[in-house]
């Protein structure tokens, strides 16, 4: 099973439908402008564990969606 | 050359970590291997331990589609990966191992006129940065594979490919194995099942490593932690230009004939080859979700099995045996990442993403001696971490992105 991404409007869809966003968190401790606009453009937390992300249904609805999701196991959390 | 049963008895000494070394490499894949065998061999610094949470090879480098190849699109990668080549094609006498490493040749299909341009560019930055790539026809694509449907099954006709003759694959977790016991030979220690769970630092510089089996000392930490990165830099209180995806592969049942080359195609995302037991291996790109998880999905298989199908009819009768799952670090340039980092001491080997297997004998050669001199050989040093910062990245996404 691939993953699965619950869309509001259209059901849960097959991942492939979707495209990917990443929502960019800049941690507060960097305080430098230009840090923060390097980290922004080029860092992630790449987290192993829950992240909170934004899909864009392409193939579907054309609306973005928020979702939570776990990445050890690619579980979508409530 | 020792036999294969041979081989699979590495003498490793089961006894604890001491508690100090100069340095610490993180991870047992074939970078970290590679770098501990060069640090021993070339540099004479063997006061070294490899820390690896699992076993050796448990992680990319035993997972990957062996593809070697130096057919990169600029010319900083060209140079680096022909050296990596050059590397591999003495590795077996060496190591004096036998790594199956075999020569076969590849060939990279343009399915398109903007795909014909990509493919002559890359011929020709090839060939002025010492790669050998030439660009060849329909009627010459047919000469080397004629396995190749021309028509591409009516959907993707072949308008012509660059053929690389050096492209090379070799056995994955024999490379690992080479590199550990060269290194082990030279005083090397290699701990497997040894998480490092936390940085030791003093200040802005790295002192060494905690670990289950105790806290270690080093002067020196390389991270060589393959998808898992990430976690070793935020023990250090650094962010990395990393996100790690899936990669899958899978492979067929036997083959009776031979299918000599390397085949990939840029369009199509996918590539195969024929391994030594005659199954065919395939891999296609990396999953679109950032992820940690090793589960194989339907839709690779899917997709995968359409485009290898449309563009070599007689893998219809093949069944696939096996698929699995890599997790991949892959950098937002589609370069690695071969560097010295803010934190004194503490040096990193990632953005290996789906390309890095070829790199492990030059990047490990590279790594160890920016360790030893403390500064970057030329052929690595364009790979630095800073090079975002400086707004100096190495774009290089057509000629990476898959394998
Ligand atoms: C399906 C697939 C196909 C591929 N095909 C190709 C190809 O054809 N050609 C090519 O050149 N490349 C290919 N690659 C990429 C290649 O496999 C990798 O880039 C390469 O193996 C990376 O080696 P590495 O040593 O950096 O990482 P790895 O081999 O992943 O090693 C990292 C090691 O670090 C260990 N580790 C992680 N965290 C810790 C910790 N905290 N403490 C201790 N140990 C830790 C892990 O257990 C792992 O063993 C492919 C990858 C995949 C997944
Ligand atoms: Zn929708």
């Known amino acids: 099973m691939s993953l699965v991404i619950p869309c509001p409007n259209c059901g849960s869809r097959p991942v492939e439908e979707f495209v990917y966003g990443e929502v960019p968190l800049v941690p507060e401790s960097i305080t430098d402008p230009d840090a923060r606009d390097l980290d922004r453009a080029f860092m992630h937390g790449n987290p192993e564990g829950p992240v909170v992300e934004r899909w864009f249904h392409a193939a579907g609805c054309r609306r973005w969606t928020t979702v939570r999701r776990d990445t050890r196991t690619d579980q979508v959390l409530g | 050359m020792t036999n294969p049963d041979q081989e699979r008895r590495i003498a490793f000494e089961w006894r604890e970590p001491r508690s100090a070394y100069d340095v610490v490499i993180v991870g047992g894949g074939g970078h970290g291997l590679a770098t501990a065998y060069y640090l021993a061999t070339r540099h004479g610094i063997a006061n070294v331990a490899v820390l690896e949470r ?4 448990s992680g990319n480098s035993g997972r990957n589609t062996t593809v070697i190849r130096a057919n990169y699109g600029i010319p900083e990668a060209v140079r680096f990966y022909q050296r990596s080549i050059e590397l591999y094609q003495r590795l077996e006498e060496e190591t004096e191992r036998d790594l199956m490493h075999r020569q076969k040749g590849l060939l990279w299909i343009a399915h398109s006129e903007p795909g014909v341009r990509a493919e002559r560019a890359r011929a020709a930055i090839n060939t002025a940065f010492g790669a050998r790539t030439e660009f060849v026809t329909p009627e010459e694509i047919a000469r080397i594979c004629p396995q190749v449907d021309l028509s591409g099954g009516g959907i993707w006709p072949v308008r012509g490919a660059t053929y690389h003759p050096e492209g090379a694959t070799a056995r994955h977790d024999r490379v690992v194995w080479a590199y550990a ?3 082990m ?4 220690e290699v701990h497997q099942r040894t998480p490092v769970t936390g940085l030791r630092l003093d200040g802005g510089r790295v002192t060494g490593v905690e670990t289950p089996r105790g806290p270690i000392s080093a002067g020196v930490v390389l991270a060589a932690a393959g998808g898992h990165v990430t976690a070793l830099g935020e023990m250090a209180g650094l962010r990395l230009p990393i996100r790690s995806h899936p990669l899958q592969a899978l492979v067929t049942n036997h083959y009776e004939r031979r299918f000599e080359p390397i085949v990939a195609s840029a369009d199509l995302l996918f590539y195969v080859s024929q391994t030594a037991r005659g199954e065919m291996l395939m891999g296609a790109e990396i999953d679109r979700q950032p992820s940690y998880s090793y589960r194989s999905g339907h839709h690779f298989l899917q997709y995968t099995a359409f485009r290898a199908i449309t563009l070599l009819p007689f893998l219809r009768d093949l069944r696939v045996l096996r ?3 890599g997790i991949c670090d892959m950098s937002p340039d589609y370069s690695p990442i071969m560097s ?6 503490l040096y990193l080997t990632t953005g290996w993403g789906t390309w ?5 004998p030059a990047g490990g ?3 160890a001696a920016l360790i030893a001199t403390g500064e970057p050989p030329e052929l690595i040093a364009p790979f630095s971490l800073d090079r975002f910062a400086k707004d100096r990245t190495l774009a290089d996404r057509g000629s990476a992105g898959t394998h």
């Open chain 2, 54 to 57: 699992s076993y050796i090879g």
């Open chain 2, 181 to 183: 016991e060269g290194a």
């Open chain 2, 185 to 188: 030979r030279h005083g090397v």
């Open chain 2, 323 to 325: 698929q699995w799952t």
């Open chain 2, 340 to 345: 010295a980092t803010p934190v004194e001491g």
């Open chain 2, 356 to 360: 890095g297997f070829k790199a492990i």
């Open chain 2, 365 to 367: 050669e590279g790594m």
